[in-house]
Antibody, heavy 118, light 106 residues
Framework: EVQLQQSGPELVKPGASMKISCKAS????????MNWVKQSHGKNLEWIGL????????SYNQKFKGKATLTVDKSSSTAYMELLSLTSEDSAVYYC???????????WGQGTTLTVSS | EILLTQSPAIIAASPGEKVTITCSAS?????MNWYQQKPGSSPKIWIY???NLASGVPARFSGSGSGTSFSFTINSMEAEDVATYYC?????????FGAGTKLELK
């Protein structure tokens, strides 16, 4: 069974950085690209970017360049997203989602809630 | 960036009623996906490649369209269909989503 298990909720102060993890299981981790999606206010979905776990290649939404950094650890089948210089605008739920060969996001993590507040 | 405009933003339907949601793209796309999201849960792929139902999706759902105009239809509304539905294009990066249509039970 394919599963994407994300790290728990985070409360961080403005200006700080933090990293969300997404541990994949039930499939070949290096065989599928991993996407990250932001959901603000419980509604709007924004694509942040993707990473190819096989070679580490990345593609970012221009809006999130400098804000998000995507990495993977193949040895543990885990994808990471680091968010930098956090502000209240970064408070949201963040999802990792696998990119299927059919060109849709077929499996999603449970989401990680980030709250940026002093 | 391709903008996707969904309408309506909110719709209420009675059991058995037909429901149609539209998604208009700012540029022509060749591939449209739809996701279902229920409160407190992650989005789920519902329809992919314009008209293909994801595994386990009931046959009362359908998708159609081409170019810049796409639609998502429920032939006969059921209580379990209450959710928010999002369109998503993958014809060009960045991937973009519509703002969502919240479907309620009347």
């Amino acid at each position: 069974e394919v599963q994407l298990q994300q790290s728990g909720p985070e409360l961080v102060k403005p200006g700080a950085s933090m990293k969300i993890s997404c541990k994949a299981s039930g499939y070949s981790f290096t065989g599928y690209t991993m996407n990250w999606v932001k959901q603000s206010h419980g509604k709007n979905l924004e694509w942040i970017g993707l990473i190819n776990p096989y070679n580490g290649g990345t593609s970012y939404n221009q809006k999130f360049k400098g804000k998000a950094t995507l990495t993977v650890d193949k040895s543990s089948s885990t994808a990471y997203m680091e968010l930098l210089s956090l502000t209240s605008e970064d408070s949201a739920v963040y999802y990792c989602a696998r990119h299927s060969y059919g060109n849709y996001l077929d499996y999603w993590g449970q989401g990680t809630t980030l709250t940026v507040s002093s | 960036e391709i903008l996707l405009t969904q309408s309506p933003a909110i719709i209420a339907a009675s059991p058995g009623e037909k429901v149609t949601i539209t998604c208009s793209a700012s540029s022509s796309v060749s591939y449209m996906n739809w996701y279902q999201q229920k409160p407190g849960s992650s989005p789920k792929i519902w329809i992919y490649g314009i008209s293909n139902l994801a595994s386990g999706v009931p046959a009362r759902f359908s998708g159609s369209g081409s170019g810049t105009s796409f639609s998502f239809t429920i032939n006969s509304m059921e209580a379990e269909d209450v959710a928010t539905y999002y369109c998503q294009q993958r014809s060009s990066y960045p991937l973009t989503f519509g703002a969502g249509t919240k479907l309620e039970l009347k």
